[in-house]
């Protein structure tokens, strides 16, 4: 095996542990407020908030796929599912804000949840 294929394999095996910086980040679609609290988990008498951290591959169409929850506070199941749906409303331009194809990258994506007024 000559040693460029060598290192294109390990360039695609390593392709999916590049983050895209968070500054970097080129969004070409967020869910809207309503879409946001459509989501939102149905808990009783819930008052405070919850955060949320996932990180997840950009896909080659924008959407953001394989999401695993990375951090949750409180570690409450209700809000991680949530994130993990309200995450399949975004997407990625197929550039990052600095002209790197952004398909195979990482992005993390922190949600924060305030109980409704």
Known sequence: MSAALVFALLLAANASDVFIASED???ARTP????????FPHINAWTGEASVELVCVVGPDGMLNGCEVVAAAPDNLAFARATLNVAKRFRMQPTTRSGRP?????????????APD
């Open 25 to 27: 980040v080129n969004w």
């Open 32 to 39: 809207t407020e309503e879409e946001m609290a459509s989501f």
């Open 102 to 114: 952004s398909a195979g990258l990482k992005v993390r994506l922190p949600i924060r949840w305030q």
